[in-house]
């Protein structure tokens, strides 16, 4: 089950990346597995988004890493634009599984929630109206 | 026949006083419960790295090298959040005791099986997160509201709440 977990976990991660790929200027996500334990570690110009798999929850956990200071959900949270995205956006688990609603929604956070947020601003794409200024 | 007679009281009297195999097995597993407790110098939130501790005077005694070292990890479990046990020798946490089982439930219950079988065998167990009160907010992505209290980390210190460990300043459960 858990070298299916590892599977499925990069099965996934590799999905919402190349669904949000044009949006994000994220690197492709690089794999680490330990143990029972799955981590994608995505490489960006201002820092790293980190999606963790492991137990005992089995929970996709998401961290970003922006300069020198790392960012939990909990962290990310206590921007108030951030958590009410959060709390206004919950997850539509619609018969899905619950890794792959999760790892879908950290993409939606890094897409929209954290849009606006100067932290975050090396997470986007500029869009080519501001490239070509 | 006076003879015989006496060792038979004596026979019977050794056996009546001698500890069972189940007893000592039970005493040993109990031993940690009466130790002294060391003055702890460390800061309550700091993981405990494995160390020959000797700056501990009472356990100021000669070793040979390595053999703190095995010892101590060995006796050793850490509970926490997956990413406060990142800096902890994998060995002194109960991660690789716990594959994935496919669903919530599953996991839950195999991991307070897991636990509880730690704490009965012996091992001291020690909170990575314990700066991490119950009441403090660990949301996940589909639960933005979750506390700590309501993790498999909150059910973990439950069971050992139930168990009458509670955490010490030293970072330690104790009775």
Known sequence: MSQETQREFTRLVG??????????ALAEPSFRYDGFISSATLSGSGGSVEIL???PEYHAEIFVTSGSERWSLADLMGIEAVRSWMLKNRANIDGRALLEVEIDHAFRLLVEGLKGVADFEWLYRSSPSQRSQ | MLLRLWMLVLLVCVSAFAPSRAEARAAENRT??????TVETRLETEPQVAGTHQENGLWNYEHAPGCTLAAESASIKYIGKLDDLKGIPRSQTLLDDLPNLGNARANYYQNSSVLRKAVRDGFEIRDASAYRPNWSPDPTLLRPDRTVGQSFLGAERLILDNKNLFLSPSGAYVP
């Open chain 2, 32 to 37: 940690w419960v009466f130790l002294p407790q």
């Open chain 1, 15 to 24: 999905k919402s990346y190349q669904q949000h790929q044009s949006k994000l």
């Open chain 1, 53 to 55: 798999c492991g137990p």
